[in-house]
Structures are given as C-alpha cells and as structure tokens.
C-alpha cells in the first residue's frame, strides 16, 4: 500500500481536517434547516369560531384570537428557552460514547488496534506521517458513522421520530430487532454484513493515499459489524425514541468518536500498546454481558406497545421479574456458575468481575421490594407505570381521603372508559377532556392543570414518581386544581364526528392522541411531554398581579422549583376570583 511521501500530503492532510470539521458542521445546520423547512410554511392557528353578526366583527375576532395565540406561543417559547437544558442531545452523545468504547473492547476490533497502529507506525516510513495517517484514519471512521447518522436525520425529522417511537408496529420491530441483538451477542449466531462488500473496500484500500486509508476505516466499520452492529442498533433506537431531530448524527458522531481515539492515541504514543491486556476469553465475556444488557433494553419497547394498544398484559411486576431473572443469569455468568459453549473457563475471579458482580448483585436486590408496589424511583422511568401493579403496599403521599368533598355535576367522564386506569395516579382525580375540565373548574372555582403526557413518556413517569409523590405538591395536585392530563400518544379512534383537519399541520386527525398533540403543538408551540400548563376556567393562561402569562413548565425534577411553579398559579387564580 502507497502512502504519503513529500510535504503535498501533509498539506492534503491538513486540508482534509478542515473539510471534516467543516462537513459536520454545516451538515448538522442542513439537516436541522431541512426538518424546519415545513414548519415555517403552516399556519397556526387551530380555533373555531361561532357565528357572528357581520363579517367586520367576525375578522376582528378572528384578529383577535389569533393574537392571542401568537403572543402565548411567544411566552411559551420564551419559557422554554429559559427553562430548557439541552440535555437530551448531551445525553445521546454521551450514551455513543460509552457505546463507542464499549464496542473497542469487543472482539471484533480490540485485536485490531495493535495491527492497525503498528501498520501506521512502521510502514509510514516516518513517524510523523504514521500519526498524520492515524489521525485521518480516524477522522474517516468519525465521518462515516456521522455521514450515516445524518442520512437518518434528513429522511426522519422529529416528528417522524417522535411518532416512531409511539407507532406499534416499530416497537414491536425494535422489541424484535434488540432480541436478535441480545441472542447474537450471547452467541449464537454472528450478524455479518455481506463479505463481498470486505473484499471490495479491502481492495480499494490497496489504492494507497487519502483514498486508500478511507477505504481501510470503512473495512474495519465493515468487517467489526458484527460486533459494533448491535451496539450502534441500540443507540439509533435510543435516539428515535427521544424524537430529537439530531439525536442520530450526535449518537454517531459520540460512537465514532470513541472508537477513533484510541487508534490516533496509540499511533502518537505507541509504547502504550504495551500496557494493553493480552486478547483472550475475557472479550467474549463483555459481549455475553451486552447480550443480557440487549434483552433488558429490548423488554422497554414491549411495554411501550402494551401501554399504547391497551393490552394491558405487561404489568410492572412481570417487568420487574424478567429484569430480575436477567440480572440474576447476568450475576451468575459473570462469577463463573453458569457459561456458554464458546467460553472460557473461570479459574478464579478478577477484581473487576468481582466488582461488577457485586454492581448487578446489588441491583437486583435493590428491584425485589418493587414487586411489592416499591417505588423504586431510581429506575421508575423505564419501569411500567405503578398503576399497572397488581400488588400495591406502597403509601399515597397523602393519604386516600380528598379534602373537598363538593362534587362536579358531570357523572361520566368523557374518555374515562378504562384505558387510563394503567396511567393514573393513586389518590389524583384526573380529567380526560379539555371541556369537561373546563366546566368543573367553572363549578368548582378551580385553576385547570393540564397535562400533556403519554403512554410511552419516561420523563413523565419520572416526573409522577419523584416530583408528584412528594407530599406538597401532590397535596396541591389533588386538592387545588382540576388535573386534565390529555394522552398524546393514544391510539385510540375519534368518533368520525370529531375527527378533523387540523390547520396547524394540515394533516387528518383521527385520534384521541393525535387530538391532544395537535392542541399542544398548534396552541402552546410544543411537541415534547410532559409539559405543565395551568390554565383559568376560561381557558386562559393565568396571569400574575403585573399581568404577565405564567409560562407552562416542562419536566422540572427540582420539587421545591416545581411548587413554586404550583403556587403562582394558585395565587394567580385566587388574584382574578
């Protein structure tokens, strides 16, 4: 193989960095502008009007309303740019990182490094240009992987993730798809992209020159799928189910980034190779203990489906026992009681086995008291929601008794046909439908609290278990507002009579879900749950004695942050009584 041999390659080098570093960063901006292309051309307005006296008078009401919308979509996008963190893109890339460093320890790739260093190092014909070489190696695994997470981006925007990752049938896929993962993983098959596609990259890797290392980075992301597959299968999962339209390219660019580093490290320092552990039976023991990981993760999406589809055969506790059967053969593998065909034998165990033992030995006793309704907060996002528990001990944060016993004249709750029981929450009685919340709050001289959550949300799930059950705040959620939680992700169909077109997207709404996430997009500018919004018996966004909106909240695991929230809107409702 050729390789740089005069100061022009340097230079070529060089200038293939900058167009790198370039790529990603106006390919990030293209692909954020191509998602928000079509949502600069839609209308906002979604309100209905009644007949009026003349067309003067219906226009200027019709001017009115929409002002109206428009300066709340203004406080609420002002509200979540001071409130918001951006801590889900930060989160996707750290999860590729650590999925990254993860996939240097396989078998697939941990063997290579010694290799593909060494070839850099000793056929370069100089040491400055075997570090100039690894360096664009690098960059050309970081660009493949980031090229391959921007295609995702383009073709998926957030909505189309967002719905991805509450449509049945790709849970059901993803659900399947990490199984496979998980099964390959424990060893007993190897996924493997098609050996002709090797054999072609290796070939051109022959060519020598900035084409010949690129070509030798896509043979390792080629030849390493078995191993890196799963792992990258996941992230891109992870990523689709937070809906952000970048969670793709950042994953990949986090996965990619990892795995590049330790070939460019190796190359400037390559006495370091020395201090690497001998390749040996303990490779195979990280992708056994993936495989175990896959299957955990994989039971997350069956839940998903369960929930949205109103199965109602999930239940918390038969998650918990699967989570704890797994963590058991995951603790037992991991001391040497149980193994596979194609592993070593245990003589004796190391210090990190030992302590990663101690790790899943600890966990799975730390999930037991949850089969007995334990809260288990650390993990509640993930977990079914504890309504769906069979076998409830736990506690209400404030006992089971409601402190105003006056009752609305409604009877029959609009939508509250069984399907919510899995969500609710012990001791809160919650509305379903917009209006009927409006008219108890008229009835009952209450602020409406509504809820924009969802089946599948586990930031809402995270949000009930460790902010709603602390005693203020559950205190006010049940005894001082209406609670309106509006399901986005409900399945279920409208009634033709109510279904519609909705002049915010433009597309047919014909779900109960699709109702809700319609309101919430076209009236408060937000597609993300939970998200917090309090609101007058009229339907207005409360304001404070200067007259400013109160903003909605998204998320907020702060509880003390979360009840001041609760106490403006409490006080702004009593200032307009």
């Known amino acids: 193989m050729k390789y740089f041999n005069n100061r022009s390659s340097l230079r070529a080098g060089v200038f293939l960095l900058l167009t790198v570093i370039a790529f ?7 692909a954020e502008a191509y998602q928000k292309k079509a949502a600069d051309t839609v209308s906002s307005s979604d309100v209905q009007f009644t007949s009026i006296p003349t067309a003067a008078d219906s226009m200027a009401a019709r001017k009115k309303h929409q002002d109206s919308i428009k300066k709340a979509k203004t406080i609420v996008k002002a509200a979540k740019l001071a409130k918001e963190k951006p801590k889900s893109l930060w989160a996707i890339f750290i999860a590729g990182l650590l999925g990254g460093f993860t996939a240097v320890i396989l078998p697939c790739i941990y063997p290579l490094l010694p290799l593909t260093v060494s070839f850099f190092t000793k056929k370069s014909g100089s040491r400055a240009k075997g570090i100039l070489q690894s360096v664009i190696y690098g960059l050309s695994i970081i660009v493949i992987y980031v090229f391959l997470g921007m295609l995702i981006s383009i073709l998926f925007g957030s909505d189309a993730l967002n719905a991805l990752a509450t449509n049945g049938v790709f849970n059901i896929f993803f659900f399947l798809l990490l199984v496979v993962f998980g099964i390959s993983f424990l060893g007993a098959f190897e996924i493997t992209l098609p050996s002709s596609l090797a054999n072609k990259l290796d070939a051109n890797a022959d060519k020598g020159g900035l084409t010949g290392i690129f070509f030798m980075a896509s043979t390792l992301v080629v030849v390493s799928f078995s191993c890196t597959g799963p792992i990258i299968g996941t992230l891109l999962v992870d990523a689709a189910s937070k809906g952000d339209r970048l969670g793709p390219a950042v994953g990949m660019f986090g996965f990619s980034l990892a795995l590049a580093l330790p070939f460019t490290i190796f190359a400037l320092f390559p006495s370091m190779l020395k201090s690497l552990p001998k390749s040996g039976g303990w490779l ?23 929930l949205a589809y109103h199965w109602n055969w999930f239940d918390r506790e038969i998650f918990l026992s699967l989570w704890i059967a797994i963590g058991l053969l995951m603790g037992l593998y991991l001391i040497g009681k149980i193994k596979f065909s194609h592993d070593s034998d245990v003589p004796y165990l190391s210090i990190p086995r030992t302590f990663l033992s101690i790790i899943v030995f600890a966990f799975v006793i730390y999930m037991i008291p949850g089969l007995w309704g334990a809260p288990l907060k650390s993990i509640s996002a993930f977990l079914p929601p504890i309504a769906t528990q069979d076998f409830d001990l736990s506690p209400v944060p404030g006992g089971t008794g409601l402190a105003d016993v006056k009752q609305s004249s409604i009877k029959v709750k609009k939508y509250d046909d069984g399907n919510y029981d899995r969500i609710k929450t012990r001791g809160l009685d919650a509305w379903y439908d917009y209006d009927q919340a409006l008219q108890v709050s008229k009835e009952l001289h209450k602020p409406v609290f509504v809820d924009f959550t969802g089946f599948n949300c586990v930031n809402c799930r995270k949000m009930e278990a460790n902010i709603w059950s602390d005693k203020r705040v559950f205190a006010h959620l049940r005894n001082d507002f209406i609670l309106l939680q509006l399901v986005v992700d409900d399945k279920k169909d409208l009634d033709p009579k109510e279904q519609f077109t909705s002049d915010y997207s433009g597309k047919r709404i014909t779900t109960l879900g699709g109702k809700w996430s319609d309101l919430e997009a076209s009236r408060f500018n937000s597609n993300s749950q939970p998200f917090y919004v309090m609101l007058d018996s009229d339907g207005n966004m409360l304001t404070d004695k200067s007259g400013n909106v109160i903003p909605p909240s998204p998320a907020d695991y702060n509880a003390d942050s979360y009840l001041k929230f609760l106490d403006s809107g409490i006080a702004a409702y009593k200032n307009k009584q």
């Open 284 to 306: 195979n023991s990280v992708k056994v203990v993936l495989g175990f990981l896959e299957l955990a993760f994989a039971l997350k999406f069956l839940s998903n489906v369960d």
């Open 24 to 30: 990603l960063i106006t390919g990030l901006n293209a």
